[in-house]
């Protein structure tokens, strides 16, 4: 059975820093591309960041670029975000996915969710100003 198990969102003061980790089983995780996304309250879910495990290569959205990393642990088929300099309009709820197997990349053309075929259930992170 293939489960993505998300965890370590909290409450965070604006400029502060978290580490989430979505650990993923039930597929092999060399083979897919783990996807993250979040959603705001009243707003559509929106791609964050991707990486290919098979390569280790990620992509990011604008409005994270240079705050967010996804590093991944192949050998413990976990995934890592770091968000740091957070600010109040990064407050979501925030969801791994995977797709796959493919050999396919991360890029801009994975941030989109209908790409997707497992979900997590989701890890609130809050930042207040």
């Known amino acids: 059975e293939v489960e993505l198990v998300e965890s370590g969102g909290g409450l965070v003061q604006a400029g502060g820093s978290l580490r989430l980790s979505c650990a993923a089983s039930g597929f092999t995780f060399d083979d897919h591309i783990i996807g993250w996304f979040r959603q705001a309250p009243g707003k559509e879910r929106e791609g964050v960041s991707c990486?290919?495990?098979?390569?280790?290569?990620?992509y990011y959205a604008d409005s994270v670029k240079g705050r967010f990393t996804i590093p991944a642990d192949n050998a413990k088929n976990t995934v890592y975000p770091q968000l740091n300099s957070l600010k109040p309009e990064d407050t979501a709820v925030y969801y791994c996915?995977?797709?796959?197997?493919?050999?396919?990349?991360?890029?801009?053309?994975?941030?989109?969710?209908?790409?997707?075929?497992?979900w997590g259930q989701g890890t609130q992170v809050t930042v207040s100003p």
């Open positions: 996915a995977a797709v796959g197997p493919t050999t396919g990349q991360a890029s801009a053309f994975m941030l989109t969710d209908r790409w997707y075929d497992y």
């Open positions: 990486i290919s495990a098979r390569d280790g290569r990620t």
